[in-house]
């Protein structure tokens, strides 16, 4: 019974990262390299553009961080500059036993969004394409409006998506930088 609490929460969380109908995303820039296969992009990993050195003994255990933390494990600017300009963080919890916490990023304007989320350990495979986020593997799956990657850290899986009207490889992209940011800040 546990067991289907805890898979309806990951679906919650995952729907929750959705956007509302008739919401549409600004034109994405055009890209400026050629699309990498399924097999070159799980061995390539998007550069972060951002640097981030936390102290081992600074950083968080993401499994015992409650959600209004998480949201703590980002600064507003650098995840500006790594996805778009985004609101201050709502913090957010979805299912029980144990609950799935996260953080959510609306963008300044428009109907994108960042979510960033703690589930729980073991799910890092949750995606269907295998990533590389710098020393950690992960794996990351697009949907039609959002991209989500999810890395597997010390007592939890961290998950990060990148919503927006219609998702394309701008959102992976963006989503990997933002996931390998966070793996800066919690124990791996």
């Not at 499994?63 to 778009?84: H, T």
């Not at 913090?91 to 969004?113: I, K």
């Amino acid at each position: 019974m546990r067991r289907w609490g805890l898979l309806s929460a990951v679906a919650l969380l995952g729907m929750a990262s959705g956007c509302t109908p008739g919401e549409q995303a600004p034109p994405a820039a055009a890209p400026t390299t050629q699309p990498t296969t399924t097999e070159e992009s799980a061995t390539e990993s998007a550069a972060p553009s951002i640097s981030r050195n936390v102290p081992l003994e600074q950083r968080k255990r993401l499994a015992e961080l409650p959600a209004d933390q998480v949201c703590g494990l980002v600064d507003l600017d650098e995840l500006g500059a790594l996805a778009f300009p985004v609101r201050s963080g709502e913090p957010q919890e979805v299912g029980f036993d144990p609950p799935v916490r996260g953080c959510r990023f609306q963008a300044r304007t428009g109907g994108r969004s960042v979510l960033i989320g703690a589930q729980p350990e073991g799910f890092a495979t949750l995606g269907r394409d295998e990533v590389q986020l710098g020393a950690v593997r992960g794996t990351q799956t697009m949907h039609a409006s959002d991209c989500t990657v999810f890395a597997g850290v010390s007592g939890a899986t961290l998950q990060v998506s990148v919503t927006a009207g219609e998702a394309d490889t701008d959102q992976c992209e963006k989503a990997q930088l933002i996931t390998q940011y966070v793996l800066a800040a919690v124990v791996v």
